[in-house]
């Protein structure tokens, strides 16, 4: 609510958040500009007490995370050392800074020194975190998309006589 002290030139802004009520001076002559500050004012109050901080997790507390929920798997020593060949490029990074572009500058370094399947079972793992951190950690409100190169390795074979 906006008022208008007798005493004074400027607007006040009165609100209230979980029973305390707040009155505070806009400083502002004009109506429209107390508004935007009165309902700028009022939305903050409101994320600070019924939103809390999101705590910033960074790419390294992902991996261990991931390794102390998924040590019963059976190739948990690649996905560590996936995760170690990611660390130049993820190490320093917080998890919500893992973004497409990131992902694609990795595809594009690891395609050149192994095959496209090999890159799309790697970049797996960052999915499966990414995905995990969003939807059962929720660290971050999103998982980005992970650029993928889809090969084809289907083998092919030839039936003899006695299979087909």
């Known amino acids: 609510m906006l008022y208008r002290p007798s005493n004074s030139k400027f607007w006040h802004a009165k609100f209230s958040v979980k029973g305390k009520t707040v009155r505070r001076s806009t400083r502002q002559v004009d109506r429209q500009k107390?508004?935007?500050?009165h309902d700028k004012w009022r939305a903050?109050?409101?994320?600070?007490?019924f939103r809390p901080a999101k705590i910033e997790y960074n790419w390294l507390d992902a991996c261990k995370k991931w390794v102390k929920e998924?040590?019963?798997?059976k190739t948990i020593s690649k996905d560590i050392e996936t995760m170690k060949m990611l660390d130049p490029y993820l190490g320093?990074?917080?998890v919500k800074e893992v973004t497409r572009p990131v992902l694609e500058e990795i595809q594009d370094d690891w395609a050149e020194e192994v095959s496209l399947a090999t890159v799309d079972r790697r970049l797996a793992l960052v999915r499966a975190i990414l995905n995990r951190a969003c939807?059962?950690?929720?660290w971050i409100d999103y998982a980005p998309h992970v650029p993928m190169f889809n090969v084809n390795n289907e083998r092919i074979r030839n039936l003899t006589d006695r299979k087909s």
Do not use: F
Request: glycine residues 10%.
């Open 34 to 37: 107390a508004q935007a500050i």
């Open 44 to 49: 903050e109050a409101w994320e600070q007490e």
């Open 70 to 73: 998924k040590g019963g798997k």
């Open 92 to 94: 320093a990074l917080n």
């Open 135 to 138: 939807k059962v950690w929720r």
